[in-house]
């Protein structure tokens, strides 16, 4: 499939470390340098000065405030055409034949509004955000609880990150990660693009249920790998972005199951969204290098 169509969007926050390896791998793809986007969010570490310096020939959105990634997103997106949008995170890369995999697998099915690949940590362990069921309040309730860690090979208690199927299997899924993600044009238009009410966080899982509400599917592509050195930006501030963390799980929750059995289990899933920041808190304040992921 030709890349000539997509649009790649990297929203940056003090990513010198990462930026040039995530754009390089999308040259390497074959996207266009005209048709690359990176908006920075107000970085304090030089990251707008490298992209100019290093790749002149990219479109560079650089802003005197932190907009949040949603909102940094859509405006990398606003008015650039294409009939795909691929988002990456500035610690993400590609791997060799990752975009031609995705493209293939979008163009496979007109059902398919987005194509998730295989995210990889360095080591070489799965991201298990690349493939999520919706965080029902069952659902959500299991992964507060840590049902979910003790017995991740359950289909009741894995459901969440969908561990207990294989990783190397093509599935339709109900979400994909922001991390990499690529998205039919006019479906992206459609929904509006990302809720900017998600700073960060969030927005891929608001997205991803935006679609199939328009009767798309969010595809699994195993066989498309990308690695993703995860949270190095966030970590640098990283108490505030567990709390940014996990306010976008309970606005998700909000927006979408305050109803019904949801409804009734909404006490016990605030709780338990907040019982996890503390714990996490906690955790944090006694490290040396705190981190957002547990």
Same mark, same amino acid.
């Given at each position: ?6 649009? *790649? ?19 390497? +793809? $074959? ?25 002149? +020939? ?12 949603? *909102? ?22 590609? /791997? ?14 007109? %059902?398919? $509004? ?5 995210? !990889? ?13 919706? =965080?029902?309040? /069952? ?24 561990? &207990?199927? =294989?990783?190397?299997? =093509?599935? @339709? ?9 690529? !998205?039919? #044009? ?16 969030? +927005?891929?899982? +608001?997205?991803?249920? /935006?679609? &199939?509400?328009?009767? *798309?599917?969010?595809?699994? /592509? ?9 949270? %190095?930006?966030?970590?640098?501030? @990283?108490?505030?972005?567990?709390? &940014? ?8 929750? %909000?927006? &979408?199951?305050? #109803? ?12 338990? !969204? ?21």
């Amino acid at each position: 499939m030709d890349p000539g169509g997509v649009r *790649a969007v990297i929203c940056t926050y003090n990513s010198h470390l990462d930026i040039s390896r995530a754009i390089e791998s999308c040259l390497r +793809e $074959g996207v266009s340098p005209a048709h690359l986007t990176v908006v920075d969010n107000a970085s304090s570490d030089g990251t707008p000065e490298l992209v100019r310096r290093l790749h002149p +020939e990219v479109r560079l959105l650089a802003g005197p405030r932190n907009l949040g990634f949603a *909102a940094a997103v859509n405006r990398g997106t606003r008015d650039s055409g294409g009939d795909s949008v691929l988002l990456l995170n500035p610690d993400a890369e590609l /791997q060799p034949g990752a975009l031609r995999e995705m493209l293939v697998a979008l163009a496979a099915d007109p %059902r398919r $509004g987005a194509v998730s690949p295989r995210v !990889i940590r360095p080591d070489g362990r799965l991201d298990p955000a690349c493939r999520r069921q919706f =965080p029902s309040p /069952q659902v959500a309730l299991w992964r507060l609880v840590g049902l979910s860690r003790l017995w991740p090979r359950s289909p009741r208690f894995g459901a969440y990150n969908l561990t &207990h199927l =294989p990783t190397d299997r =093509p599935m @339709a899924v109900d979400s994909g990660t922001g991390a990499c993600l690529l !998205i039919r #044009r006019p479906l992206l238009d459609a929904v509006g693009g990302l809720d900017e009410g998600y700073f960060i966080y969030g +927005e891929d899982l +608001e997205l991803c249920w /935006q679609l &199939h509400q328009r009767g *798309a599917e969010v595809w699994y /592509q195993p066989t498309a790998v990308v690695t993703h050195r995860k949270g %190095r930006s966030s970590e640098q501030v @990283a108490l505030p972005m567990l709390v &940014h963390f996990h306010r976008s799980m309970w606005r998700f929750y %909000r927006l &979408h199951y305050l #109803r019904g059995a949801g409804a009734a289990l909404a006490p016990a899933v605030g709780v338990g !969204i907040l019982l996890r920041l503390a714990t996490l808190l906690v955790l944090n304040w006694a490290r040396p290098h705190p981190r957002v992921s547990p």
